[in-house]
């Protein structure tokens, strides 16, 4: 599996598009799929945030998550998140997620972030705990139960 850069893959956008408009596209605002597409486009950096990481095996498309400002509108002071952490249902349990996660987080290092936040309905916190991260607090948001986390990942 490799993991690569939107950036360097902007013909799967549309493929990441259509799953988190599947997965969370009830919280849209817009609800429109043509809409993600757009927004997605500032995710095409590599060497700025925001950007998005893809999970590639022998041309198939596994997963994706980003790396992002502001995601939940109730923290401004929180600056950078981890969002959009996205497997394909036949390949989850095989440990994509935490290969793009453990990839963001270098990466983030590499751009001298301090933190990073993010939200999950798993109020156990699941993967994330296992890596690290740690509760800040539970929160209700757009109606949704949810876990926000933090991982100081300055050395």
Known sequence: MKLEYLADNQE???IVAQWYF??????????????DIQRLHIYLNKDKVPL???????????????LKF???SIYP?????????YVVEKHRGKGIARQILSELIAIAKSLEVETLYL???NLEGGLYRRMGWK?????????????????????
């Not at 990481?53 to 596994?62: F, G, R, S, T, V």
């Not at 002071?77 to 952490?85: I, L, S």
């Not at 929160?139 to 986390?149: K, P």
Request: hydrophobic content about 40%; overall charge negative; cysteine-free.
């Open 12 to 14: 799967l956008l549309p």
């Open 22 to 35: 599947e997965e969370w596209g009830y919280l849209s605002e817009e609800k429109s799929l043509e809409k």
């Open 52 to 66: 998005m990481l893809l999970a590639i095996e022998e041309d198939e498309l596994l997963g994706a998550a980003q």
């Open 70 to 72: 502001r995601e939940m």
């Open 77 to 85: 002071e929180k600056e950078h998140w981890v969002g959009g952490v």
């Open 119 to 121: 939200q999950t309905e």
């Open 135 to 155: 509760p800040i607090e539970q929160v209700n948001y757009r109606g949704i139960a949810v876990l926000v986390m933090e991982k100081h990942i300055k050395e």
